[in-house]
């Protein structure tokens, strides 16, 4: 006989989500629905008819959890729309400011899931160990970035400056020094998962991965032509779940895919392991490859290269496309500039594409660790919402229709 288990909301993340479990008699989970019930925001109605400088400012505020990647998918996707080519040494110091985010907000995960995997005794020494690593990292995106949260000078055109060479030196001399300590994080944390002694094959599932660069993104791996998206009643079988669902689906050649760190991985690295467990050693993995990167662009960096483009901001209208590599995976960003305004912008953030996938993962294994499953990807739901307008009198619905962000 089956049964339903509802977890409402979701917990250890940002934003509100629920999971609905249908389990069978022994509480294995049959059919696993996860989706965002997380309000609209309207950032990306509100940033149409703006100028084009207004974009990243407005959309690096969807979360304060994943700030940078938003902004970077923002610049980058109206650098496209008006044809910019960022000089090198500002992309260098984009990449820096994603490479610390990247190894920052990984940290603050396993934070987050300290409590699935840490014994008693050792979790003052688990999270002192974050926050070690986190004062670091974050330092670099002060430095680099212009603020710890919202990184102003990171700009369409490049960045607002370059850094000093007393700040170069500074900064690779304590990333350095970081890189012992790093290691030392990565193994207790794959070591804390390991002796978790999780259900072998928990969340494995079928989907496929979906990246587009090792560490910070290329919009040529990201090919519009095979992307969709449908709207909740579309995917949900339930249709009660897909009237309260908050986000649409997005599809690649027609199917939901994983994105994050193990998907990067996965396409770029030859790791093929699966599950929540894999998730996990994943992204500590990815940590120590975040911090190499930005060690290795502190030592090539030319502090006195140019780091802005000159532009015209009026633009053609041509739709341009940000593709970054977020801590959570694929973060896309479409923007179309027409004189001097934008015309049209959408987002597509990780957490999104992996909301149809992080439900099936849970199915197979009692719905105790479904929660764990969830937690793996980190999701994040500030995300792209819909909303539906419901008559005041008979509560029938009058319009449902997608509402970014």
């Not at 030859?270 to 930005?294: I, N, P, T, Y």
């Not at 001097?340 to 996938?357: C, D, E, H, R």
Request: glycine share 8%.
């Amino acid at each position: 006989m089956s049964e339903r288990v509802v977890i409402s909301p979701t917990s250890r993340q940002e934003g509100h989500a629920e999971l609905v479990m249908e389990v069978d008699d022994e509480g294995i989970v049959t059919k696993g629905r996860y989706f965002s019930i997380t309000p609209v925001r309207g950032l990306e109605k509100m940033v149409t008819g703006k100028a084009p400088e207004t974009a990243p400012v407005m959309v690096q505020r969807i979360c304060g959890v994943c700030p940078i990647p938003h902004t970077m998918a923002s610049v980058e996707a109206i650098d496209d729309s008006l044809d910019i080519e960022v000089p090198k040494a500002g992309k260098l110091l984009r990449e820096l400011v994603l490479c610390a985010h990247h190894v920052n907000s990984h940290a603050i995960h396993q934070f987050l899931i300290a409590p699935d995997i840490v014994p008693e005794e050792l979790f003052a020494t688990a999270v002192n160990s974050v926050s070690e690593v986190r004062k670091v990292v974050q330092q670099v995106v002060d430095v680099v970035g212009g603020e710890g949260i919202h990184p102003s000078d990171v700009r369409i055109g490049g960045m607002a400056d370059n850094i000093s060479e007393v700040a170069r030196k500074r900064l690779y001399a304590r990333l350095k020094q970081l890189k012992p300590k790093l290691d030392e994080h990565v193994e207790l944390i794959i070591g804390l998962v390991a002796d978790k002694g999780l259900p072998k094959g928990l969340g494995v599932h079928d989907k496929k991965p979906l990246a587009t660069d090792v560490l910070y993104g290329d919009r040529n791996n990201f090919d519009l032509d095979r992307f969709t998206e449908v709207m909740p009643e579309s995917w949900y079988d339930d249709p009660e779940i897909a009237k309260r669902a908050c986000s649409t689906i997005p599809l690649y050649d027609g199917r939901s895919v994983e994105v994050g760190p193990r998907a990067r991985m996965d396409v770029y690295q030859g790791f093929k392991d699966k599950g929540v467990v894999a998730q996990h050693v994943a992204r500590a993995l990815e940590m120590k490859s975040a911090l190499s990167r930005a060690i290795d662009i502190l030592g090539e960096l030319d502090t006195s290269a140019p780091v802005m483009a000159d532009y015209d901001i009026k633009g053609t209208n041509k739709l341009g496309v940000g593709a970054i590599e977020a801590p959570r995976g694929m973060d896309v960003h479409m923007a179309q500039v027409a004189d001097g305004k934008i015309q049209f912008y959408s987002a597509l953030v990780p957490t999104t594409w992996n909301i149809p996938t992080m439900g099936p993962a849970t199915e197979g294994f009692h719905h105790e660790f479904g929660p764990h499953v969830i937690r793996a990807y980190d999701p994040c739901l500030s995300c792209a919402t819909h909303m539906i307008v419901m008559d005041d009198e008979d509560r029938s619905i009058l319009k449902n229709e997608m509402v970014r962000i």
